[in-house]
């Protein structure tokens, strides 16, 4: 089946020349790619057709032209040309990442941790954008490894995380993690409730304004993170010493979804991705958002259960 796509063609008049700022802002952070002057692509979804009509709209207010067409080809291309437009695009991307990881010095520099926390979420943004993953994201995934390892000293990939958790210091307790949690920071919630601290209560919030009180997970240089090559889901269930063959399928899933390294091969981390994003979409408030994806976890454990 043919990927569709979303085809907006601008001509921007040469005044206010805010206009071309905010414009080409919008597509960059849209993750769109130029065919030619004027002319820019994103593969199809509600969502992005969305972004680009109030592109559109804003261009059109400020008495520029501005036609949005779904088209199911691009002509004279082959879908894998189109798509190596976008891997070009998210390479330089990560290229740029990698490069400002790899000059990220050790925790004796001023301000390391905070420039490392707003690294992983540049990271992330650019993760939503990759929409055919780009091969330059390993780079940057093996250089964000070694930045954590200057700033934080977690161990080496490969290392498994030491020391069993006691489970009875983590009840009743506040857990927090970054805003706007995506697959791993949903599922390692998810296995905190469910299997770790059934009273655990989760807040949102920057590296920097951490309640005092709260446990970190999924954030730069805290002891519930990626420890060398685990996901954060990964780490907690392996600290946790929990035997169960769903939980280790699930461990699979997440770490495919997350950190994109073909690791698993396992054909259930894209679709899990793809609806985690929807409901990121949908759900503004990051405490629906949670628990929404609490009961899809629920529900993927049961059907993992569920077969022979």
């Not at 997440?254 to 990121?280: I, N």
């Amino acid at each position: 089946m043919l990927q569709p796509w979303l085809l907006l063609l601008l001509s921007l008049p040469p005044r206010p020349s805010s206009l071309r700022v905010r414009a080409w802002r919008r597509l960059k952070t849209l993750g769109a790619v130029a065919l030619k002057s004027g002319a820019y692509l994103l593969p199809f979804s509600p969502d992005r057709y969305e972004q680009f009509q109030w592109l559109a709209q804003e261009v059109q207010k400020d008495r520029g032209e501005a036609t949005l067409l779904k088209v199911d080809r691009v002509e004279n291309m082959k879908e894998p040309e189109v798509v190596r437009l976008f891997h070009e695009a998210r390479n330089a991307d990560y290229a740029s990442l990698t490069d400002r990881y790899r000059k990220l010095g050790s925790a004796k520099r001023p301000r390391a941790a905070e420039e490392l926390a707003r690294l992983a979420r540049e990271l992330d943004r650019l993760a939503d954008i990759d929409f055919f993953e780009a091969p330059g994201r390993q780079q940057a995934l093996r250089a964000r490894e070694a930045a954590e390892r200057r700033v934080t000293g977690l161990p080496k990939v490969g290392a498994r995380p030491a020391g069993r958790l006691d489970l009875e210091a983590l009840q009743g307790r506040r857990w927090a993690t970054r805003p706007r949690p995506h697959v791993d920071r949903i599922a390692s919630a998810w296995l905190i409730k469910r299997f770790l601290d059934p009273a655990a209560e989760f807040v949102f919030a920057a590296a920097d304004e951490l309640p005092p009180d709260a446990i970190p997970f999924d954030m730069a240089g805290v002891e519930f993170g990626h420890q060398g090559d685990h996901c954060t889901f990964e780490t907690l269930l392996h600290r946790s010493g929990l035997r169960d063959r769903r939980l280790a399928a699930i461990a699979e899933i997440v770490h495919e979804a997350d950190v994109r390294d073909g690791k698993f091969q396992r054909e259930e981390a894209r679709g899990l991705d793809l609806v985690l994003r929807g409901l990121l979409a949908a759900i503004k408030d990051d405490h629906e958002a949670l628990a929404q994806g609490l009961t899809l976890f629920d529900g993927l454990y049961s059907t993992i259960g569920e077969r022979p």
